[in-house]
């Protein structure tokens, strides 16, 4: 009988431990999952803190419990050990239960959500609408799981969550007037979201911010610009935005020869080297079927004649179109003995 106590005894340290462990990282992931609602980074500190508190208060709980099922004579821990064991008979499994559940429901959002087609390869509005939707939802889809979760915690634990509804139907009207600037947020989101107009993917300037959508929800766009730096944008700020990545785009390339070139001549050559870029094989993927335009001799600048020439491109390729041409139109010129200006000084002595 000793023996199948103390090996009872063992099994329980052992599952008390394996539950104490699951329930602690899955509350400092909780922190951690609600961190990324707080647009700003410094305030990552804080959640962080908290888990840290939750793995002392989970240690704190399964020690006592270890402590009362050993009959450890330390105290205060074992009789807070008898009252969450009795707690536990009571109304903690089906916590634990629920708690199981929800965490496994927000593991799995993610799971499904990848086998939704999002596309891959050639950069389309439709891969990037379902890039957008799949990240919404997956917002979405957590917050219902939490809330649900949260709601028959609260029943088990025996609150009235009808009355607690009610009261926090009184306080989210309060709330709500307090934090309009969320509301605000949330509903000029969901027309951004509904009009299509940008998504997850696109390069977009946003006042005096420029970059690549890295991450879009209701509340907030997430930029991240040439240099790399992010940047949070609440939805309720963007009250213009200039989108460079919708269905086509457009690589404007201006070339400038000098005043004594020939300009005939360098018209001929620019023509030239954009259709024969047009029509390589390794590049001709990137443009669309619209052939390049020659626009002609743009503007009689002070140092030199400026010619035009643009590519219509399919979207994001404009910018190393722009650049290959730039290249190979300096390698014809140089070939065609045509100068390109460079900025000179006369000095007159009287």
Known sequence: MEDAG?????????????????????????????????????????????????????????????????KVPLEPFGTWGRTLFGWLGERGLAVLLILGITSLALRLVPRLLQRVPVGSGEFTREQVRAQTLKSVLESVLQVLIVVLGGLLLLSNLGLNVTALLAGAGV???????????????????????????????????????????????LRLTVLRDLEGRVHFLPNSTIQQVTVMSRDWARAVVDVSV???????????????????????????????????????????????????????????????????????????????GIPIPYPTRRVVQG
Do not use: C
């Not at 052992?14 to 999952?33: E, I, K, M, T």
């Not at 509904?194 to 959508?213: H, K, W």
């Open 258 to 336: 000098a005043y004594e070139a020939p300009v005939d001549k360098a018209l001929e050559a620019v023509r030239e080297e954009a259709l024969a870029f047009y029509h390589d094989p390794e590049w001709r993927p990137r443009f669309t079927d619209q052939p390049p335009e020659m626009l002609g001799v743009q503007q009689l600048a002070e140092s030199g004649v400026v010619i035009r020439v643009m590519f219509t491109t399919k979207p994001k390729e404009q910018w190393a179109v722009g650049r290959e041409f730039r290249r190979r139109i300096k390698l014809r010129l140089d070939a065609e």
């Open 6 to 70: 103390l090996w009872l005894r063992l099994l329980l340290s052992a599952a008390l431990l394996g539950v104490g462990f699951w329930v602690a990282r899955g509350g400092a992931r909780f922190f951690g999952w609600l961190a990324r609602f707080t647009p700003d980074a410094r305030d990552d500190r804080y959640w962080r803190l908290l888990g840290g508190l939750w793995w002392v208060l989970v240690g704190l709980a399964v020690f006592s419990l270890l402590s009362h099922a050993w």
């Open 171 to 217: 306080v989210g009207l309060g709330i709500s007037l307090a934090a309009q600037n969320l509301i605000r947020d949330v509903i000029n989101g969901f027309f951004i979201l509904l009009e299509d107009q940008y998504g997850v993917g696109d390069v977009i300037t946003v006042g005096q911010f420029a970059g690549t959508v890295e991450r879009f929800n």
